[in-house]
């Protein structure tokens, strides 16, 4: 029984299953209810205030308190609370999104499908390309290349797709047909002297072994995040993709950008394709889409994958897959007014403008004694922890460091996430100001200091 907690918070405990939680401890800790917000701020129960270095859960770009895209949620609920779009029933807002969305597009689209998460885009994606090469006539081409520390979901599917055992463990996960190749983290893969450049050819070798090892014929997708997300926000080291890309093109093997945090400025372009040169055959969007006001996602789909689909209904009729939700007329009609304010008020130029002061900052906490490594694109970024710089031995992960820096920044009004690994990442609401972004990192350097204090007196180094 959860003792000592107040009576909201019993209330939840006794309800809920909170996700990726420690169901034991929370019994404790109990819950932290966040009440309002306005701008990058949020207010808790007991009315203390933090800045949401997160973005939530890397998506509320617009920040808390966007009126525009309230009233157009409004707007659509007195209009049209709710249709599908199955068996050709339809709504405006479904196709004047798609619209946007395909003039955005880092790659040619011919079509859009909807779907309510990023899980469940990555998960439509696997079915398409298996839809897609069955039609095309190689019911052999099925297998999946993601990488390891890629994160994609946590459906069956996209949960296969990511790579953090933690998704997999006692899940039963990954499925057949999924494998996983390595992690570009330079940082923390790259053996003793070997340059970036080495790096990512020594990387692109051996997923071209892989590919050759399963069969080229048996391979059909490979996918990837421009810059790993929930796997410790690692940057792509140099040559990376431009290896990587000609490797997929020599075994004709279909690229998906998973840029459901990338896409739409986070890394100082829409996409994070065009930051670092993409070609993607499709890419998942979700989270800054509707700037996470309400649930939908994505998936693009170039003209030759639509005219395999059109293949298959001439074939066997109807294409047998979609949600009761799919673009759900309210969460379409606030994503359309996302992608309009994103491109009225220059939310790309905002972030380009300040990028180098976020970069700066990120780049000054690798002075601190406890970080080993410092990396930012854009307004994304993460520390990562270490012992001994040196060696870039780790912590014990017993040892917490990484939550220690998250609870002593949140004491302090500061909300960041620690992710597996000892790393601290960043990612604030797009529509943060530069003093504001200073007032970010102090804190985020009071809590080193504060951590540091605890790791010597605790003895942590070892
Ligand atoms: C890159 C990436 N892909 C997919 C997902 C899954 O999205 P969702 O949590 O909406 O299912 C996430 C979520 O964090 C993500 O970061």
Same mark, same amino acid.
């Given at each position: 029984m959860s003792s000592g907690l107040g009576n909201a918070a019993v209330r939840d405990v006794e309800t809920l299953v909170h996700p990726y939680t420690n169901l034991d401890s929370f019994r404790t800790t109990g819950p932290m209810i966040i009440e309002r917000g306005e701008g990058i701020y949020v207010w808790d129960a007991e009315g203390r205030r933090y800045i949401e270095g997160l973005s939530g859960l890397w998506c509320t770009a617009l920040g808390y308190s966007e009126a525009e895209l309230i009233e157009a949620a409004h707007a659509q609920m007195r209009e049209i609370p709710f249709t599908h779009m199955f068996g050709g029933k339809s709504h405006e807002r479904a196709a004047e999104l798609a619209e946007k969305i395909k003039a955005l597009s880092p790659h040619p689209t011919s079509k859009v499908l909807f779907c309510g998460s990023g899980s469940e885009a990555n998960d439509q994606q696997m079915k398409l390309v298996w839809y897609y090469n069955n039609a095309r006539g190689r019911p052999q081409k099925k297998k999946f290349i993601s990488r390891q520390r890629g994160y994609h979901g946590v459906t069956v599917a996209s949960g296969s797709l990511t790579g953090l055992p933690a998704n997999h463990r006692d899940f039963d996960l990954p499925i057949a047909g999924v494998l996983h190749t390595d992690c570009p983290h330079y940082y923390r893969y790259a053996e003793p002297g070997e340059s970036e450049e080495e790096f990512s050819t020594r990387l692109a070798a051996n997923l071209e072994n892989m590919i050759l090892q399963e069969g080229p014929d048996t391979v059909a997708a490979f996918i990837a995040e421009p810059v790993m997300g929930a796997g410790g926000v690692v940057i792509p080291p140099e040559g990376y993709f431009e290896k990587v890309q000609a490797v997929l093109s020599r075994y004709d093997i279909y690229f998906i950008v998973?840029?459901? =945090?990338? +896409? !739409?400025?986070?890394? +100082?372009?829409? !996409?994070g394709s065009q930051t670092f040169g993409l070609r993607p055959d499709s890419i998942s969007v979700a989270k800054a889409l509707s700037s996470a006001y309400a649930p939908i996602a994505a998936v693009t789909i170039g003209e030759d994958m639509y005219q395999a689909m059109l293949d298959e209904s001439r074939k =066997? +009729?109807? !294409?047998?897959h979609g949600f009761t939700y799919t673009a759900h007329p309210v969460a379409a009609a606030v994503a359309a007014k996302t992608l309009e304010i994103y491109e009225k008020r220059n939310i790309v130029g905002h972030v380009r403008e300040l990028a180098p002061k976020f970069e700066a900052r990120v780049a000054r906490l690798s002075q601190h004694a406890l970080v080993g490594h410092a990396r930012a694109k854009g307004l994304i970024g993460a520390i990562e922890l270490v012992a001994d710089k040196g060696s870039k031995r780790m912590f014990d992960v017993k040892a917490g460091v990484a939550n220690t820096v998250v609870a002593s920044a949140q004491e302090d009004g500061l909300i960041v996430r620690a992710l597996a690994g000892d790393i601290v990442a960043f990612c604030p609401p797009l529509i943060i100001q530069d003093e504001q972004i200073d007032a970010m990192f102090d804190a985020v350097e009071r809590a080193l200091d504060k951590t540091e204090a605890h790791v010597r007196k605790e003895g942590l180094r070892g």
């Amino acid at each position: 029984m959860s003792s000592g907690l107040g009576n909201a918070a019993v209330r939840d405990v006794e309800t809920l299953v909170h996700p990726y939680t420690n169901l034991d401890s929370f019994r404790t800790t109990g819950p932290m209810i966040i009440e309002r917000g306005e701008g990058i701020y949020v207010w808790d129960a007991e009315g203390r205030r933090y800045i949401e270095g997160l973005s939530g859960l890397w998506c509320t770009a617009l920040g808390y308190s966007e009126a525009e895209l309230i009233e157009a949620a409004h707007a659509q609920m007195r209009e049209i609370p709710f249709t599908h779009m199955f068996g050709g029933k339809s709504h405006e807002r479904a196709a004047e999104l798609a619209e946007k969305i395909k003039a955005l597009s880092p790659h040619p689209t011919s079509k859009v499908l909807f779907c309510g998460s990023g899980s469940e885009a990555n998960d439509q994606q696997m079915k398409l390309v298996w839809y897609y090469n069955n039609a095309r006539g190689r019911p052999q081409k099925k297998k999946f290349i993601s990488r390891q520390r890629g994160y994609h979901g946590v459906t069956v599917a996209s949960g296969s797709l990511t790579g953090l055992p933690a998704n997999h463990r006692d899940f039963d996960l990954p499925i057949a047909g999924v494998l996983h190749t390595d992690c570009p983290h330079y940082y923390r893969y790259a053996e003793p002297g070997e340059s970036e450049e080495e790096f990512s050819t020594r990387l692109a070798a051996n997923l071209e072994n892989m590919i050759l090892q399963e069969g080229p014929d048996t391979v059909a997708a490979f996918i990837a995040e421009p810059v790993m997300g929930a796997g410790g926000v690692v940057i792509p080291p140099e040559g990376y993709f431009e290896k990587v890309q000609a490797v997929l093109s020599r075994y004709d093997i279909y690229f998906i950008v998973d840029e459901v =945090i990338c +896409g !739409f400025g986070r890394t +100082g372009n829409m !996409f994070g394709s065009q930051t670092f040169g993409l070609r993607p055959d499709s890419i998942s969007v979700a989270k800054a889409l509707s700037s996470a006001y309400a649930p939908i996602a994505a998936v693009t789909i170039g003209e030759d994958m639509y005219q395999a689909m059109l293949d298959e209904s001439r074939k =066997i +009729g109807v !294409f047998g897959h979609g949600f009761t939700y799919t673009a759900h007329p309210v969460a379409a009609a606030v994503a359309a007014k996302t992608l309009e304010i994103y491109e009225k008020r220059n939310i790309v130029g905002h972030v380009r403008e300040l990028a180098p002061k976020f970069e700066a900052r990120v780049a000054r906490l690798s002075q601190h004694a406890l970080v080993g490594h410092a990396r930012a694109k854009g307004l994304i970024g993460a520390i990562e922890l270490v012992a001994d710089k040196g060696s870039k031995r780790m912590f014990d992960v017993k040892a917490g460091v990484a939550n220690t820096v998250v609870a002593s920044a949140q004491e302090d009004g500061l909300i960041v996430r620690a992710l597996a690994g000892d790393i601290v990442a960043f990612c604030p609401p797009l529509i943060i100001q530069d003093e504001q972004i200073d007032a970010m990192f102090d804190a985020v350097e009071r809590a080193l200091d504060k951590t540091e204090a605890h790791v010597r007196k605790e003895g942590l180094r070892g």
